[in-house]
């Protein structure tokens, strides 16, 4: 039997995920199972992305340890892949304890071999991303991926050589014009990285503690990337210490390399750049294709949940059930642009095409059947010219939506199916069963009318398998029929006639638009009350502007900054304000590093009367938030040195 191993980005184990997040192991597991349905041994492995500065960020803001944190959350991420009926074959973590010693192993393979050198990096350091970036690829201060403002790092790392394999990357992209799609994406990659340059990448870092530790120098943790992207191998069991392909065990000689990789746009870079350069220097095969999908967006704004537009697939659920939420996400995701998600949107998709288009059809059908030929599969006569034209529409479907899953084009696929349903709609009007059963001389007409009904919505079914496996069994159950794999479907006629159907129930109810909405306003009034309720603080008295105004804030530049001796939470700062230079001593040190501050714009409190602490003089104050956890307030790096804040 032929392999087929797909694989989803494994989720960041940071926060639960949204409709936007759920959108992959949705459509990767209707891939899995269209693929299954073709006869192949398919593999689909998902997981959690557990290592990293973000989390251990967010485990100390919990109060508990960053392996609670993820235990959780991990938890939350499997709980709703399985609620939408994701059909993995191994859930990976990466802090599984035969992921950790591979990835251990597989760095300092890497490091041995001449890959890797230890160096200090000094460049753009996005957070949220976990990635370093260069002066030409950050626009206007931000990261080219999230969009979210960098900051100047610099530490002790590893590099690896990217430069010795980014020759022999061209070359593979060049003679394998399908490993990146869609080609929009193609193009991206090569033009913005590749032939712009590609420089080392950084592969550990010393600024944070949760993540594998480099064995061989334990101040350092390996790079999240480096461990993440790993897991699409050591899933399957790699073994690094086996250095040929024929020396591995026999599930990864069996499943590797993988046929696709199903990811977002967004981390594309490290998918069809790094990845592939790590697995040639482990003498490994690439993968067949990276398959970046588009974003789902709420309306024209990204999902954000401080925007309070964020959709959770659970709590959709709740008011549309799993197979509504698996059609609308997969039917509104189109193959190369951003998808749009509202709620008028999935009422609208809900109601005319899973209630009235599906559900009317096969209700409406099954009722005919069982009012005119007691509930018996009639049998199938002469034929017309409709008939045949609806045989044409189904015939021409089965391809299209074959064709079109094929290569990744699941909304046009789940399109395709639906065609056919609005023109076996249309047939219904057209031959109108109900006028043929008033003349007892065309009961044979009237059977074969219902018949090719019926084996259209037969296979229907057969083609929503991948898209609705829920549905489409609930179908096969009211035909009473076992004919449902996908051979049934390479001709007209296999549902068998003079067979009972099955019991009648309704698929899709009709939503009610203002009682959906009211559910979901409750929804999030729900999600908001349980949300942990900040305590007013105590507030100052009132002053009126002049007395603000007194204030003299201005922008000030960080030169340099350095520890005050015997003093642990006090930092010398020298700052620009254009005019001239001043001194000030602020008490950040325990939650900035002195090298992390320099070049930063300030707000600068200029008017303050000079003060000595710990025997320094110091000429103004810093403005900052917090007592527990201090964040000095950063200005965008274009303000002006010198400027009056207002």
Same mark, same amino acid.
């Given at each position: 039997?032929?392999?087929?191993?797909?694989?989803?980005?494994?989720?960041?184990?940071?926060?639960?995920?949204?409709?936007?997040?759920?959108?992959?192991?949705?459509?990767?597991?209707?891939?899995?199972?269209?693929?299954?349905?073709?006869?192949?041994?398919?593999?689909?492995?998902?997981?959690?992305?557990?290592?990293?500065?973000?989390?251990?960020?967010?485990?100390?803001?919990?109060?508990?340890?960053?392996?609670?944190?993820?235990?959780?959350?991990?938890?939350?991420?499997?709980?709703?892949?399985?609620?939408?009926?994701?059909?993995?074959?191994?859930?990976?973590?990466?802090?599984?304890?035969?992921?950790?010693?591979?990835?251990?192993?597989?760095?300092?393979?890497?490091?041995?071999?001449?890959?890797?050198?230890?160096?200090?990096?000094?460049?753009?350091?996005?957070?949220?991303?976990?990635?370093?970036?260069?002066?030409?690829?950050?626009?206007?201060?931000?990261?080219?991926?999230?969009?979210?403002?960098?900051?100047?790092?610099?530490?002790?790392?590893?590099?690896?050589?990217?430069?010795?394999? %980014?020759?022999?990357?061209?070359?593979?992209?060049?003679?394998?014009?399908?490993?990146?799609?869609?080609?929009?994406?193609?193009?991206?990659?090569?033009?913005?990285?590749?032939?712009?340059?590609?420089?080392?990448?950084?592969?550990?870092?010393?600024?944070?503690?949760?993540?594998?530790?480099?064995?061989?120098?334990?101040?350092?943790?390996?790079?999240?990337?480096?461990?993440?992207?790993?897991?699409?191998?050591?899933?399957?069991?790699?073994?690094?210490?086996?250095?040929?392909?024929?020396?591995?065990?026999?599930?990864?000689?069996?499943?590797?390399?993988?046929?696709?990789?199903?990811?977002?746009?967004?981390?594309?870079?490290?998918?069809?750049?790094?990845?592939?350069?790590?697995?040639?220097?482990?003498?490994?095969?690439?993968?067949?294709?990276?398959?970046?999908?588009?974003?789902?967006?709420?309306?024209?704004?990204?999902?954000?949940?401080?925007?309070?537009?964020?959709?959770?697939?659970?709590?959709?659920?709740?008011?549309?059930? %799993?197979?509504?939420?698996?059609?609308?996400?997969?039917?509104?995701?189109?193959?190369?642009?951003?998808?749009?998600?509202?709620?008028?949107?999935?009422?609208?998709?809900?109601?005319?095409?899973?209630?009235?288009?599906?559900?009317?059809?096969?209700?409406?059908?099954?009722?005919?059947?069982?009012?005119?030929?007691?509930?018996?599969?009639?049998?199938?006569?002469?034929?017309?010219?409709?008939?045949?034209?609806?045989?044409?529409?189904?015939?021409?479907?089965?391809?299209?939506?074959?064709?079109?899953?094929?290569?990744?084009?699941?909304?046009?696929?789940?399109?395709?199916?639906?065609?056919?349903?609005?023109?076996?709609?249309?047939?219904?009007?057209?031959?109108?069963?109900?006028?043929?059963?008033?003349?007892?001389?065309?009961?044979?007409?009237?059977?074969?009318?219902?018949?090719?009904?019926?084996?259209?919505?037969?296979?229907?079914? #057969?083609?929503?398998?991948?898209?609705?496996?829920?549905?489409?069994?609930?179908?096969?159950?009211?035909?009473?029929?076992? #004919?449902?794999?996908?051979?049934?479907?390479?001709?007209?006629?296999?549902?068998?006639?003079?067979?009972?159907?099955?019991?009648?129930?309704?698929?899709?109810?009709?939503?009610?638009?203002?009682?959906?909405?009211?559910?979901?306003?409750?929804?999030?009034?729900?999600?908001?009350?349980?949300?942990?309720?900040?305590?007013?603080?105590?507030?100052?008295?009132?002053?009126?502007?002049?007395?603000?105004?007194?204030?003299?804030?201005?922008?000030?530049?960080?030169?340099?900054?350095?520890?005050?001796?015997?003093?642990?939470?006090?930092?010398?700062?020298?700052?620009?304000?254009?005019?001239?230079?001043?001194? #000030? #001593?602020?008490?950040?040190?325990?939650?900035?590093?002195?090298?992390?501050?320099?070049?930063?714009?300030?707000?600068?409190?200029?008017?303050?009367?000079?003060?000595?602490?710990?025997?320094?003089?110091?000429?103004?104050?810093?403005?900052?938030?917090?007592?527990?956890?201090?964040?000095?307030?950063?200005?965008?790096?274009?303000?002006?040195?010198?400027?009056?804040?207002?």
């Amino acid at each position: 039997m032929e392999k087929y191993y797909l694989t989803t980005a494994i989720a960041y184990a940071s926060r639960k995920p949204h409709i936007g997040n759920t959108y992959e192991i949705i459509m990767a597991d209707a891939f899995a199972r269209f693929q299954r349905q073709m006869g192949k041994d398919v593999f689909l492995c998902t997981g959690t992305d557990e290592h990293g500065q973000k989390i251990e960020n967010y485990a100390t803001e919990a109060g508990i340890t960053p392996q609670a944190y993820v235990d959780k959350v991990s938890g939350e991420i499997r709980g709703i892949w399985d609620l939408v009926e994701a059909s993995y074959d191994h859930f990976i973590r990466t802090t599984d304890d035969y992921h950790v010693e591979a990835v251990k192993k597989i760095f300092k393979r890497f490091y041995e071999q001449g890959d890797i050198y230890k160096g200090f990096y000094e460049g753009w350091y996005c957070t949220p991303c976990e990635a370093f970036f260069t002066n030409t690829q950050v626009v206007d201060g931000k990261c080219p991926d999230c969009g979210r403002p960098v900051g100047q790092a610099r530490e002790e790392a590893y590099f690896f050589k990217m430069s010795k394999y %980014v020759d022999r990357l061209m070359k593979y992209i060049d003679e394998n014009p399908g490993f990146i799609e869609p080609e929009s994406r193609k193009k991206e990659m090569v033009n913005n990285f590749l032939k712009a340059g590609l420089q080392d990448l950084c592969v550990s870092r010393t600024s944070f503690k949760w993540g594998i530790p480099v064995e061989f120098d334990p101040k350092h943790v390996v790079y999240v990337w480096l461990d993440a992207l790993t897991n699409y191998i050591t899933a399957i069991g790699y073994d690094p210490d086996k250095r040929t392909f024929e020396e591995q065990p026999e599930k990864f000689r069996r499943y590797w390399p993988a046929d696709v990789h199903i990811i977002g746009k967004d981390i594309l870079r490290f998918h069809t750049i790094y990845w592939p350069i790590f697995l040639m220097a482990l003498d490994l095969p690439l993968p067949g294709k990276i398959f970046g999908h588009p974003w789902f967006n709420f309306g024209a704004d990204k999902m954000s949940k401080s925007r309070g537009n964020v959709v959770y697939a659970d709590e959709l659920a709740e008011l549309i059930g %799993v197979e509504g939420v698996r059609y609308y996400a997969l039917s509104e995701m189109p193959y190369n642009a951003d998808g749009s998600i509202s709620y008028d949107a999935i009422l609208s998709r809900f109601n005319n095409d899973l209630a009235n288009n599906l559900g009317n059809l096969v209700s409406r059908t099954h009722a005919m059947t069982k009012k005119y030929f007691d509930g018996i599969v009639p049998a199938c006569g002469e034929l017309t010219d409709l008939d045949l034209d609806l045989r044409a529409v189904v015939a021409d479907a089965v391809k299209k939506s074959h064709d079109d899953a094929d290569s990744f084009h699941i909304a046009d696929a789940l399109d395709d199916v639906f065609t056919m349903l609005r023109r076996a709609n249309k047939y219904i009007d057209e031959t109108m069963p109900w006028a043929l059963a008033k003349d007892e001389s065309r009961k044979e007409r009237l059977g074969t009318v219902l018949y090719h009904l019926l084996e259209t919505i037969r296979q229907a079914a #057969v083609l929503l398998t991948p898209f609705l496996p829920a549905t489409a069994e609930r179908i096969f159950t009211q035909l009473g029929t076992e #004919v449902k794999d996908y051979a049934s479907v390479s001709a007209f006629g296999n549902l068998e006639s003079g067979k009972p159907l099955g019991v009648a129930e309704t698929l899709f109810a009709r939503l009610d638009e203002a009682k959906f909405k009211e559910a979901i306003e409750a929804q999030n009034a729900a999600r908001n009350a349980g949300e942990a309720k900040v305590e007013e603080p105590e507030h100052e008295a009132e002053i009126g502007i002049d007395a603000f105004s007194a204030v003299e804030l201005r922008v000030a530049q960080i030169l340099s900054a350095e520890p005050v001796p015997k003093a642990k939470k006090l930092l010398k700062l020298q700052v620009d304000l254009g005019y001239e230079k001043r001194q #000030v #001593v602020s008490g950040i040190a325990k939650f900035y590093k002195p090298e992390d501050l320099i070049g930063k714009k300030v707000a600068l409190v200029c008017n303050l009367k000079p003060a000595k602490l710990c025997g320094v003089d110091s000429f103004g104050m810093l403005l900052a938030s917090g007592e527990e956890n201090v964040k000095v307030v950063f200005l965008d790096k274009d303000a002006e040195n010198g400027d009056r804040i207002h």
